[in-house]
């Protein structure tokens, strides 16, 4: 699998900024450069530890309004801790809460010394604590922690949190990118499979947008459970390939959206279900449109379909007879909002995907790492996250941020 690396050719110190405790405040003192040597982050005998951060203070394209911003952050005390994050991915409603499209808006604020008011980009990653204040009672330095409320702002090499702010996660086999991708994809998928009609082994669901994480997930979590499943994906070159490694995921059957639209799938489905004898009773949904309104289709009478994404960006059209005549039941999902209200079952569910995970019951979604180290440039980091909004990619993208 390719991977992107992202960081700086450059072995030179550029100018940085150093913090210096004097007269009860801090001034700063732009550093010269010293030669061909390794840059580092500085941290200054008072414990005051530099970061950096994507931040934007309008809304609008990545490319436009992400800024790579670097300040101070002062030593834990209290319930406080610092986070130095490992990993955190670039998911499709990171890119949608920059463009303002998202419903979950973060609180923008000067809180980090941005000259206007900012907020940090991401939603999901892992951290490491470096250091705890002394109130901090069930995490220590070193615990691997995960965000409990989404727009907490992942995309950093540092933050500063309290304490009811992250969920402790056992670190021990697993990995930080494993560990930075849980929170989201895979327990959306673990709960619209288990949340909205009872499925037993044996039984069908059928999904779009298949070779998604979610997707992904909820093949493996249905062959798991001995469920059965029915994919659509978009066309794209490799098809085949793709094909094969989702049925190598557990995938029953994969189709194209273009197969999906045809008359002929109806019959199709048919023929796989038994004449229609095996029920589809279930159908996860994250694209809209057409696509959407074919699975509706091929469902069984009292069936549900779960909506969580809108990647075509248009609505569903659905004939009334479905909701008449077929009793079809339709409901949306959005994990967030989800987590917010069940905060016990949510650290549940990522116990149960991590133990899933360490026992090779998950494989990892294919991702394409940025490195991100403290001399990595602005532009590299931004054309990134952009990148993530063009064509067909490899992977998932994922910051991968080295300790320096």
């Given at each position: 699998?390719?991977?992107?690396?992202?960081?700086?050719?450059?072995?030179?110190?550029?100018?940085?900024?150093?913090?210096?405790?004097?007269?009860?405040?801090?001034?700063?003192?732009?550093?010269?450069?010293?030669?061909?040597?390794?840059?580092?982050?500085?941290?200054?005998?008072?414990?005051?530890?530099?970061?950096?951060?994507?931040?934007?203070?309008?809304?609008?394209?990545?490319?436009?309004?992400?800024?790579?911003?670097?300040?101070?952050?002062?030593?834990?005390?209290?319930?406080?801790?610092?986070?130095?994050?490992?990993?955190?991915?670039?998911?499709?409603?990171?890119?949608?809460?920059?463009?303002?499209?998202?419903?979950?808006r973060p609180q923008m604020a000067t809180s980090l010394g941005t000259a206007?008011?900012?907020?940090?980009?991401?939603?999901?990653?892992?951290?490491?604590?470096?250091?705890?204040?002394?109130?901090?009672?069930?995490?220590?330095?070193?615990?691997?922690?995960?965000?409990?409320?989404?727009?907490?702002?992942?995309?950093?090499?540092?933050?500063?949190?309290?304490?009811?702010?992250?969920?402790?996660?056992?670190?021990?086999?697993?990995?930080?990118?494993?560990?930075?991708?849980?929170?989201?994809?895979?327990?959306?998928?673990?709960?619209?499979?288990?949340d909205f009609h009872p499925l037993q082994p044996g039984a069908w669901f059928?999904?779009?947008?298949?070779?998604?994480?979610?997707?992904?997930?909820?093949?493996?979590?249905?062959?798991?459970?001995?469920?059965?499943?029915?994919?659509?994906?978009?066309?794209?070159?490799?098809?085949?390939?793709?094909?094969?490694?989702?049925?190598?995921?557990?995938?029953?059957?994969?189709?194209?959206?273009?197969?999906?639209?045809?008359?002929?799938?109806?019959?199709?489905?048919?023929?796989?279900?038994?004449?229609?004898?095996?029920?589809?009773?279930?159908?996860?949904?994250?694209?809209?449109?057409?696509?959407?309104?074919?699975?509706?289709?091929?469902?069984?009478?009292?069936?549900?379909?779960?909506?969580?994404?809108?990647?075509?960006?248009?609505?569903?059209?659905?004939?009334?007879?479905?909701?008449?005549?077929?009793?079809?039941?339709?409901?949306?999902?959005?994990?967030?909002?989800?987590?917010?209200?069940?905060?016990?079952?949510?650290?549940?569910?990522?116990?149960?995907?991590?133990?899933?995970?360490?026992?090779?019951?998950?494989?990892?979604?294919?991702?394409?790492?940025?490195?991100?180290?403290?001399?990595?440039?602005?532009?590299?980091?931004?054309?990134?996250?952009?990148?993530?909004?063009?064509?067909?990619?490899?992977?998932?993208?994922?910051?991968?941020?080295?300790?320096?």
């Open positions: 699998m390719p991977i992107e690396r992202v960081v700086s050719k450059s072995g030179l110190i550029t100018p940085s900024t150093v913090y210096f405790l004097c007269s009860g405040c801090l001034r700063k003192q732009n550093i010269a450069p010293q030669g061909p040597q390794q840059q580092r982050r500085q941290i200054s005998a008072y414990g005051y530890t530099q970061a950096k951060a994507l931040v934007y203070s309008q809304y609008g394209e990545p490319k436009d309004v992400l800024s790579l911003h670097t300040h101070s952050i002062s030593p834990a005390h209290s319930t406080r801790l610092i986070l130095r994050f490992l990993a955190s991915p670039l998911n499709p409603a990171d890119i949608n809460q920059i463009q303002g499209l998202y419903p979950s206007q008011p900012s907020a940090v980009a991401g939603n999901e990653g892992v951290a490491e604590i470096t250091s705890a204040g002394s109130a901090v009672k069930t995490i220590q330095k070193g615990d691997w922690v995960l965000m409990r409320r989404p727009a907490f702002g992942t995309w950093r090499t540092h933050a500063e949190a309290d304490q009811s702010d992250v969920l402790r996660i056992e670190k021990d086999g697993i990995t930080p990118i494993q560990a930075g991708t849980v929170s989201i994809n895979p327990c959306t998928a673990y709960r619209m499979l288990k059928i999904q779009n947008g298949a070779n998604s994480g979610v997707g992904r997930a909820a093949i493996q979590l249905g062959k798991l459970w001995g469920l059965r499943s029915i994919n659509v994906v978009r066309d794209r070159p490799g098809l085949a390939d793709l094909k094969k490694e989702l049925q190598d995921l557990g995938a029953d059957h994969v189709v194209t959206e273009d197969e999906a639209l045809t008359r002929d799938f109806a019959e199709q489905t048919k023929e796989w279900t038994r004449a229609g004898r095996e029920p589809i009773m279930l159908a996860l949904n994250c694209v809209g449109g057409k696509p959407a309104t074919a699975l509706t289709k091929v469902l069984s009478p009292g069936a549900h379909m779960v909506t969580y994404g809108a990647m075509a960006r248009k609505p569903m059209d659905l004939p009334t007879s479905a909701l008449i005549f077929r009793d079809l039941h339709f409901h949306g999902f959005w994990v967030s909002r989800w987590a917010d209200a069940h905060p016990q079952s949510r650290e549940q569910t990522v116990g149960e995907i991590l133990g899933m995970v360490r026992r090779g019951e998950l494989r990892d979604v294919p991702v394409t790492e940025v490195e991100w180290g403290w001399e990595t440039k602005e532009k590299a980091l931004v054309e990134a996250v952009q990148g993530t909004l063009e064509g067909f990619r490899p992977g998932k993208g994922i910051f991968v941020f080295r300790d320096e």
